[in-house]
């Protein structure tokens, strides 16, 4: 499963924060991306416990996707 991996910057800090996004269009441009991004920066509803916004200034996104091995499954 591809997920979309939206990175920002946390305001007032040197840290990123991501938001994941685990059933998104996997053909969407970087215009879609990028203006996903910046509303998603001017709602300012994600903060964290000082009240800084989480996801301030978009930084970077990605499709990551990730494979699972099974070592031992259910029986059925």
Do not use: C, W
Not at 48 to 61: H, M, Q, R
């Amino acid at each position: 499963m591809k997920q979309l991996d939206l990175v920002f910057n946390v305001a007032g800090s040197k840290t990123k924060s991501h938001f994941r996004l685990q059933y998104a269009n996997t053909a969407l441009d970087k215009a879609a991306v990028q203006k996903a991004m910046d509303d998603i920066a001017a709602l300012s509803i994600f903060v964290n416990k000082e009240g800084a916004p989480l996801y301030d200034t978009p930084v970077s996104a990605k499709y990551v996707e990730s494979v699972e091995t099974p070592i031992i499954e259910e029986a059925e």
